[in-house]
């Protein structure tokens, strides 16, 4: 199976999928958009993932590439394809589609719990998620943007007290989740050495010691995120083997 990968920053790269990638046998393509790469031809793969980043979902001007990106994106989602969208892939979604984003009153950063609706719970990827069927599933939270109107054809799939939508699908295939499950050790001390990344970290927590101490408190996490990963990527591709 040939994966599509949309990257928006050198900091907020694959991650674990890479290697859940590998294991599965399958091949992945990655677009550094930052880079000014092209979009290739969407025929030559069956699923495409698209990553976090720094900037917002609206920042066209400063960020020309994110027009034919979300072009892209509808066009994938029309055409009944398997898409997974991680934080800004998840925001491109629901814009692309149609919806609505907007900034959050209140950051929502570090490892926190969220809920599986009854669809989540019956969802042939998100229902995969260890534990989702019998409590909280704990995951990593960066971003200051939610979405606030979703698209025709949406349901939702998780949610917690900070940010009422944490998972949707959209369509039968295409998937966005709001947390980072692709997290592996190190990396989110890595995300601190993208400028962007850093700078949004600083503000959301207060200082640069805070900053640096998530960083640093997110090593605990990384055992269940590369559960949570695992999850996603097999439901994916399922969806995927199955379209």
Same mark, same amino acid.
């Given at each position: 199976?040939?994966?599509?990968?949309?990257?928006?920053?050198?900091?907020?790269?694959?991650?674990?999928?890479?290697?859940?990638?590998?294991?599965a046998g399958d091949s992945a393509h990655v677009v550094h958009l930052y880079k000014g790469e092209a979009i290739p031809d969407l025929a030559l793969f069956d699923a495409a993932i698209v990553m976090g980043g720094p900037m917002?979902? $609206?920042?066209?001007?400063? !960020? @020309?590439?994110?027009?034919?990106?979300k072009r892209a994106i509808a066009?994938?989602?029309?055409?009944?394809?398997?898409?997974?969208?991680?934080?800004?892939?998840?925001?491109?979604?629901?814009?692309?589609?149609?919806?609505?984003?907007?900034?959050?009153?209140?950051?929502?950063?570090?490892?926190?719990p969220m809920m599986l609706t009854e669809a989540?719970?019956?969802?042939?990827?998100?229902?995969?998620?260890?534990?989702?069927n019998v409590g909280p599933v704990r995951v990593m939270q960066?971003?200051?943007?939610?979405?606030?109107?979703?698209?025709e054809g949406t349901t939702l799939l998780a949610e917690n007290e900070n940010c009422p939508v944490q998972a949707i699908r959209v369509g039968a295939r295409? $998937?966005?989740?709001?947390? !980072? @499950?692709?997290?592996?050790?190190?990396?989110?001390?890595?995300?601190?050495?993208?400028p962007g990344n850093r700078a949004a970290a600083i503000e959301w927590l207060g200082?640069?010691?805070?900053?640096?101490?998530?960083?640093?408190?997110?090593a605990a996490h990384v055992p269940t995120a590369l559960q949570n990963s695992a999850a996603l990527y097999a439901g994916l591709r399922a969806a995927a083997l199955e379209g």
């Open positions: 199976m040939r994966v599509l990968i949309f990257q928006h920053t050198a900091g907020e790269h694959p991650a674990s999928f890479t290697d859940h990638i590998a294991a917002d979902v $609206w920042e066209e001007e400063a !960020h @020309p590439w994110l027009r034919p990106e066009a994938w989602v029309e055409s009944g394809r398997a898409y997974l969208g991680v934080c800004l892939g998840h925001q491109l979604l629901v814009e692309a589609m149609g919806g609505s984003c907007a900034k959050m009153a209140v950051p929502e950063v570090g490892v926190m989540g719970c019956a969802d042939a990827v998100l229902s995969r998620l260890p534990g989702a960066w971003h200051g943007v939610e979405a606030i109107t979703l698209p295409a $998937w966005g989740v709001q947390f !980072h @499950p692709e997290i592996t050790d190190d990396l989110c001390a890595y995300w601190m050495t993208d200082s640069a010691v805070a900053a640096d101490q998530f960083a640093a408190d997110s």
